[in-house]
């Protein structure tokens, strides 16, 4: 088996229903070991429950470092509550221990807006590093305590965890936008599709994953 663990963090502040179909998706497409770090109690992999903490960016951050440091692999892989993964997601291995690798295929789509598909940028749901070289990276810049950051401080935050990054690919991972999550803000590439490979239509797959 790869050297990898699987670190799923969530606020639980999705719908329970969704999350659940998220993480039988998870489940469907990998059987690499899972280690979650959740607010509230859920029966998924090794579950790490820090209870009810401030909903931002920095608390899932520092929800990754606790699953890190748990984690006992050479590399970790990201996880996140409204994220469909493809297979290949969970197939790559980093040829470097000191690099993080970015999934360059990501794609967004809003539960409440327009029934498109728009390619979307680095998602940090859909990355994968070196486990110890990650927690050097979070445990150099992350606050103590559950602090709440701006929004401006978060965002300087992404630019400065990792000095540089690399990419790997495969079919497009989903980054679905519920308004229940901690950001329906994202960017994206302005072109509008019906249809992804292995997906399909958007239609069906919101009411697959959204709706039903």
């Known amino acids: 088996m790869e050297d990898i663990t699987c670190i799923y963090y969530t606020s639980n502040q999705e719908d329970p229903k969704f999350e ?3 993480q039988e998706n998870i489940l469907k497409q990998t059987d690499l070991p899972i280690i979650s770090v959740s607010q509230k109690p859920i029966d998924f992999g090794n579950n790490i429950c ?3 903490k401030p909903v931002s960016c920095t608390t899932e951050w520092k929800q990754l470092l606790i699953g890190l440091r748990a984690a006992r692999t050479k ?3 990201a996880i996140e509550a409204d994220c469909l993964y493809p297979i290949e997601y969970f197939k790559f291995t980093p040829q470097e221990d000191d690099m993080v690798y970015n999934y360059d295929n990501v794609y967004i789509v809003w539960k409440y807006k327009d029934s498109f ?5 680095y998602c940090e749901g859909a990355q994968i590093c070196g486990r110890e070289y990650w927690i050097k990276r979070l445990e150099s810049l992350l606050p103590e305590g559950w602090v709440t950051q701006t929004k401006e401080q978060e965002r300087n935050l992404i630019k400065m965890i990792f000095p540089e990054r690399k990419e790997f690919t495969g079919r497009p991972v989903i980054s679905f936008k519920t308004r229940d999550g901690v950001s329906c803000r994202t960017i994206f590439v302005n072109n509008k599709i019906k249809e992804l490979p292995y997906w399909g239509g958007v239609d069906e797959v919101k009411k697959q994953y959204l709706w039903k």
């Open 75 to 77: 590399f970790c892989i």
């Open 20 to 22: 659940k179909k998220i």
């Open 50 to 52: 820090i209870g009810e």
């Open 117 to 121: 598909y728009k390619k979307g940028g």
